[in-house]
C-alpha cells in the first residue's frame, strides 16, 4: 500500500482502573455543561443529545481462506443541520455504536466551532486490520462501502481516513461508490469521500493536517504564555499519522520529541528523536518497538516524565486520575479524541496545567476534508501554500473564539470550544425553527 494503515496504540492499561468508560455519556456530559454557559434552548439540546441515525450492517466478505467472514459495520449520523454529514472511517477491534455516538456528535461540534458548512458523523467496521492482507483489506472496504449504498453521498454523507484507514481505503471507498451508484458529473462524485491519494481528487496537506492543526494551536497557546518553543521538550503518547506529525512539525519550530509510546511500548531520548527517522522505521516496521535510538520504559513511567507539552495522540480514555496526578507539564494539547477523563481533566487544571481540547486542537483534519470537497465541487487543485494558509487562518479563528469564550463565562477551554459550536447550531435552529 502506497501509505502505512495508521493503526493506533491499543489501550493498553486504561487511564483508569475505574467502571467501564461511557465515551458518549461524558461527551453528553460536556453538552449539557457547555449548553448552560451559553443559554442554548431546552429544544436545541433536545436534539443534539443523540444521532438522527444509527446504522448497523453485517456483510459477508469471502477471504483467501476460501470461508466467507462476517464483519460488523457502522455509520452514526448526528446532525447535519449545517450541511452534509462528515467523519471518519476507522477499522479497529474495539470499535463500538457507544464510541462512533460520541465521536459523531463531536464531529457536529468540530465543524460548527471552525465554521464549515457540515455536520458529524463516524462509522467503522469491528476488526483488526493489521491482521489482514492488503487485498482482503480492499475486499473489506468494497463490500462494507457497498453496504452502506445511498447512506453516503458527496451531498448526504462524506467519509475520510480515521484510525486504521488511508488513503487507500478512500480511493477503493470512491470507486466502489462510483461502480454502484453511478454518476454524471466524475468531479463532484470524488466528494463523496476525503482524504483521497492526490492523483484521485485528493488535497495537498490533507495527510499532515490533523497534526497541523495540534502545532497551530500549541502555537497560539505558546504566544499566549509568552513560552518560548525553542528548545523546549514534548512527550507524544501514539505515533500513527496525528502524533509522528505532530512531531516533526514541532521539531522544525525547535521542539524536541523526547517520550513516546504505542500498542507495542514507550521509549524515552533525553536527547530527542528525530520524528523523520522514527516515522520512517514506524512505517517500515508498523510500530515502535525496536527501534534502537530509545530507552523502553513503561506506560507509568512515561506519563512521569517532566516535559513542557504533553500530546495524547492514541485512543479516549488515556489521562484519567493517575495519570493526571503524574504528568509535569505546563499544557496536554489533545491530538486525540477523548483522551482525558472528566476526572483527570480536572485535576490538570487545578494544577495549572493548561488542557486544549479535542475539539479544537484536532479540527485541522476535518478542515482540510473540507477543503477537499470544495476542490472536488469546483473542480480545482490548490496548492500546499494554499492549503496550509487557509487552514492557519481558520484555525486561528477558532482558538481565539474559544479563548475569548472562556474568558467572558468564565470557564475552562473544553466547555468553551463546545458552548462556541453550540452558539451557532442554536442560531441556525432559531432562523430555521424545527419542523413540522
Known amino acids: ?75 452514526v449520523q448526528h446532525n447535519n443541520i449545517l450541511g452534509p454529514y462528515k467523519g471518519g472511517i476507522r477499522y479497529h477491534q474495539n470499535v463500538s455504536l457507544d464510541d462512533l455516538k460520541a465521536l459523531a456528535s463531536m464531529m457536529t461540534w468540530k465543524c460548527a466551532l471552525m465554521g464549515l458548512p457540515l455536520g458529524g458523523a463516524k462509522g467503522g467496521i469491528k476488526f483488526d486490520p493489521r491482521q489482514y492482507s492488503e487485498r482482503a483489506l480492499e475486499k473489506i472496504t468494497r463490500r462494507f ?66 497534526g497541523q492543526g495540534v502545532v497551530h494551536c500549541i502555537r497560539y497557546w505558546a504566544e499566549d504564555n509568552d513560552f518560548d518553543l525553542e528548545g523546549s521538550h514534548c512527550t507524544i503518547q501514539g505515533f500513527g499519522n496525528v502524533g509522528s506529525y505532530t512531531a516533526m512539525l514541532l521539531s522544525k519550530m525547535g521542539v524536541s520529541t523526547i517520550a513516546t509510546g504505542d500498542h507495542t511500548g514507550y521509549l524515552y531520548n533525553p536527547e530527542g528523536f528525530n520524528p ?99 476542490q472536488n465541487n469546483r473542480s480545482e487543485h490548490w496548492t500546499l501554500e494554499e492549503v496550509d494558509a487557509r487552514l492557519e487562518t481558520a484555525m486561528r479563528k477558532a482558538y481565539r473564539k474559544t479563548k475569548e469564550l472562556a474568558r467572558q463565562c468564565n470557564t475552562d477551554l473544553r466547555h468553551a470550544s463546545y458552548g462556541a459550536a453550540l452558539k451557532r447550531l442554536a442560531a441556525v435552529y432559531r432562523e430555521r425553527r424545527i419542523w413540522p
Open 145 to 210: 462501502f457497498h453496504a452502506l449504498g445511498s447512506n453516503i453521498g458527496p451531498m448526504y454523507d462524506i467519509p475520510a481516513p480515521d484510525m486504521g484507514t488511508n488513503a487507500d481505503t478512500m480511493a477503493w471507498a470512491m470507486d466502489t461508490f462510483v461502480n454502484t451508484v453511478g454518476t454524471r458529473s466524475m468531479s463532484s462524485v470524488r466528494g463523496v469521500v476525503t482524504g483521497k491519494p492526490i492523483m484521485s481528487g485528493g488535497t495537498e496537506g490533507r495527510v499532515k493536517a490533523t
Open 1 to 75: 500500500m502506497s501509505d502505512t494503515l495508521h493503526v493506533p496504540p491499543a489501550q493498553d492499561s486504561a487511564a483508569s482502573t475505574e467502571e467501564e468508560y461511557e465515551f458518549f455519556k461524558v461527551v453528553q456530559g460536556y453538552l449539557r455543561h457547555a449548553a448552560k454557559l451559553v443559554d442554548v434552548p431546552d429544544d436545541v439540546l433536545t436534539i443534539l443529545s443523540q444521532p438522527k441515525q444509527e446504522i448497523i450492517i453485517h456483510f459477508p466478505v469471502r477471504l483467501e481462506d476460501g470461508k466467507v467472514h462476517l464483519f460488523k459495520g457502522y455509520r
Open 276 to 374: 523523520h527517522k522514527l516515522m520512517e522505521y514506524v512505517r517500515k516496521n508498523g510500530a515502535i518497538a525496536g527501534y534502537p535510538a530509545g530507552e523502553a520504559i513503561s506506560r507509568e513511567d512515561f506519563f512521569k516524565i517532566k516535559t513542557d507539552i504533553m500530546v495524547p495522540a492514541a485512543l479516549e480514555n488515556q489521562i484519567g486520575v493517575i495519570e493526571a496526578q503524574n504528568i509535569d507539564a505546563k499544557l496536554v494539547a489533545e491530538g486525540a479524541n477523548g483522551p482525558c477523563t472528566p476526572e483527570g481533566e480536572k485535576i490538570l487544571l487545578d494544577r495549572g496545567i493548561e488542557v486544549i481540547p479535542d475539539v479544537l486542537a484536532n479540527s485541522g483534519g476535518v478542515t482540510v476534508s473540507y477543503y477537499e470537497w470544495v
